[in-house]
């Protein structure tokens, strides 16, 4: 089961590009790469997830590099409504992934 | 329905009592999963059900602690004898097979 590293917390203001790094060096080859927002008392909620190179969505992008041992989860243009914690998680079956701390990212006006 | 639902939102009880903690799924999600939240600390998975079937039944920290599912419906986690080691948010979430998974709100428990 593959751990992620991610740092515990990040600062950035509003209208800004805010990318949030994440590190698997123990990814298999099965495993994909998810992403999920959660606020306070609230369960977490689903932004992204991928398996190689770019991923993007209407809220998000993934860059996945080709060794796969690493991720960045990119929010363009962010709002104080972006202030949450951000998991990533690793893992070829939902029951299997491994939740960490995740980055508490705080946006400031 | 629209999303996971579950009930009761909040639950205060005196330990040693027990509690049932319910969660709707997403209807059709064959796939459901309950986790611990502690208090500024990532999911911790408690129990999965396929179907109504537990394949994994791992996460479950005693045997206090167990679980039903009615088909590819309501589950039931329910916590017998109730310490306070056991306060946290527990979160139901459901998915179709092995797709992305929706969580519900959370019941937040809370033993005095």
């Known amino acids: 089961l593959a751990k992620t590293t991610q740092p515990i917390s990040m600062d950035s203001y509003e209208g800004q590009e805010v990318n949030i790094t994440c590190s698997h060096n123990?990814?298999?080859?099965?495993?994909?790469i998810t992403w999920y927002q959660q606020f306070p008392s609230q369960g977490p909620r689903f932004i992204i997830q991928?398996?190689?190179?770019?991923v993007t969505n209407e809220v998000a992008s993934l860059f996945i590099p080709a060794d796969r041992k690493s991720s960045t989860l990119s929010l363009p243009r962010v709002s104080l409504s972006d202030t949450a914690v951000y998991y990533c998680?690793?893992?070829?079956?939902?029951?299997?992934?491994?939740w960490g701390a995740g980055t508490k990212l705080i946006i400031k006006p | 329905g629209a999303g996971v639902s579950q009930s009761p939102s909040n639950k205060v009880t005196e330990k040693g009592k027990d509690v049932e903690l319910r969660c709707d799924p997403i209807?059709?999600?064959?796939?459901l999963y309950w986790y611990r939240q502690r208090l500024g600390q990532g999911l911790e998975f408690l129990i999965y059900?396929?179907?109504?079937?537990?394949?994994?039944k791992s996460g479950l920290p005693s045997d206090r602690f167990s679980a039903e599912r009615t088909g590819e419906s309501v589950s039931t986690l329910t916590i017998q004898r109730t310490q306070q080691e056991d306060s946290a948010v527990y979160l139901c979430?459901?998915?179709?097979?092995?797709?992305?998974?929706?969580f519900g709100q959370g019941t937040r428990l809370t033993v005095v």
């Open positions: 991928g398996y190689k190179t770019k």
């Open positions: 059900f396929q179907g109504n079937s537990a394949p994994d």
């Open positions: 123990n990814i298999a080859t099965n495993d994909y």
């Open positions: 979430a459901s998915s179709l097979g092995g797709a992305v998974a929706f």
């Open positions: 209807s059709g999600h064959t796939a």
């Open positions: 998680l690793v893992g070829d079956s939902n029951y299997q992934l491994i």
